[in-house]
């Protein structure tokens, strides 16, 4: 089964363009996760969906940044305008129901923006 | 709130020596306990998982135990090899909120 995909993997844009991230969950998953990782902050969660809804998205830096679900193959986050402190390692994740399923991780996108 | 504290890292040991990754939690209720490994330019992998007070989760000889009277989870393997080379996190997954919090992550260095 293929697991949780991201692009791109490698992201090098100026500051002020716009930025958008893909996930595509793994199938059945009902869950769908975004983080930020930073050396400076870690593994931080900026929000998630169950079945298509967004459910938390308290970790949402600011308007800048935006996600979507429209359907349950497929999420995006966006950041527009991008600025130099977005850059980080961005990571989709999925899980079925049950408070103890554990979460399957994409490989990443890593942003910068210079 | 949720928290997760790991020792700092980096951890450097020669092959076939005994590993300890200190991990401690706080949380209300009770939690699920997760160990993810990530390799360099990959995304995180589960490690392994327990999910109740004295569950042993137990992966490629990786071992940890929940332990609720210490509130740890501490990541032990006996002999750990140069293919162990990583960053590893410990995690807890809170019953009311579905999103995991972090540790800050250990990196793991194995020497030949």
């Known amino acids: ?114 | 709130g949720n928290s997760v504290t790991q020792m700092e890292g980096p951890v450097t040991l020669s092959e076939e020596a005994f590993l300890t990754i200190n991990c401690t939690y706080t949380a209300t209720g009770y939690p699920s306990l997760f160990w993810y490994v990530q390799y360099p330019g990959e995304g995180l992998q589960l490690l392994l998982k327990a999910t109740k007070a004295d569950d042993k989760g137990s992966n490629k000889g990786f071992e940890a135990t929940y332990r609720k009277e210490t509130t740890s989870f501490h990541l032990e393997k006996g002999s750990v090899q140069v293919s162990d080379s990583a960053v590893y996190f410990c995690a807890l997954l809170d019953t009311g909120r579905r999103a995991l919090t972090f540790g800050s992550g250990t990196r793991l260095q194995v020497q030949p």
């Open chain 1, 1 to 114: 089964d293929a697991g949780v995909i991201q692009s791109p993997r490698h992201e090098v844009t100026e500051m002020g363009q716009e930025v958008t991230l893909r996930c595509k969950p793994i199938s059945g998953h009902d869950y769908l996760f975004w983080y930020r990782q930073t050396m400076m902050r870690g593994l931080e969660l900026l929000i998630y969906f169950n079945n298509n809804v967004p459910i938390d998205d308290s970790g949402m830096p600011e308007d800048r940044f935006s996600a979507k679900m429209p359907n349950a193959s497929f999420s995006t986050l966006k950041i527009q305008p991008s600025e130099p402190r977005d850059s980080a390692v961005y990571f989709c994740a999925s899980s079925i129901p049950g408070s103890n399923q554990p979460q399957h991780f994409g490989d990443g996108t890593r942003l910068s923006i210079l």
